[in-house]
């Protein structure tokens, strides 16, 4: 079920708003970028996300992604506390124009309510994002 979720960075600064249905998963992913910050992620189309404060402390990182097939995704951080709220990118093979929340950073979110969203495990290590890694445990 769609619901609107309120975020921010540890520091604060960072503030956003997004819908979100909970009940398609947390995503856990073997990638390097995603292994490295273990994020646990959830997606939303671009125009159900609102950015509401801190423009001006977002900073970005976009990996090299020379013979990388998964598209375009720029990855913000707070430039204050260095938490990674959220990502922004486009992949036409999966929703289009998006924003991966991290959900972390999730305000109104309870511990029940996290705990029971399905966990997909991607096996972005392979570059297959839609099925799981041989091994999981570790994510």
């Known amino acids: 079920m769609k619901k609107t979720y309120h975020g921010r960075c540890h520091c604060s600064a960072i503030r956003y708003e997004a819908v979100l249905d909970l009940d398609e998963g947390l995503r856990r992913c073997n990638c390097s ?3 490295r910050t273990r994020m646990l992620k959830t997606f939303t189309p671009r125009e159900d996300f609102k950015l509401l404060s801190g423009e001006d402390h977002l900073v970005s990182y ?5 013979g990388w097939p998964v598209g375009d995704v720029d990855h913000y951080f707070c430039k204050r506390c260095g938490i990674r709220p959220f990502s922004r990118g486009y992949l036409k093979d999966f929703m289009g124009h998006f924003y991966c929340i991290n959900a972390g950073t999730l305000e109104d979110i309870s511990e029940e309510e996290m705990s029971a969203a399905p966990v997909i495990y991607e096996n972005g290590l392979a570059d297959d994002f839609f099925n799981p890694p041989p091994y999981t445990a570790h994510l």
């Not at 976009?62 to 020379?66: E, L, N, Q, Y």
């Open 33 to 35: 970028f995603c292994r």
């Open 62 to 66: 976009r990996a090299d992604k020379s």
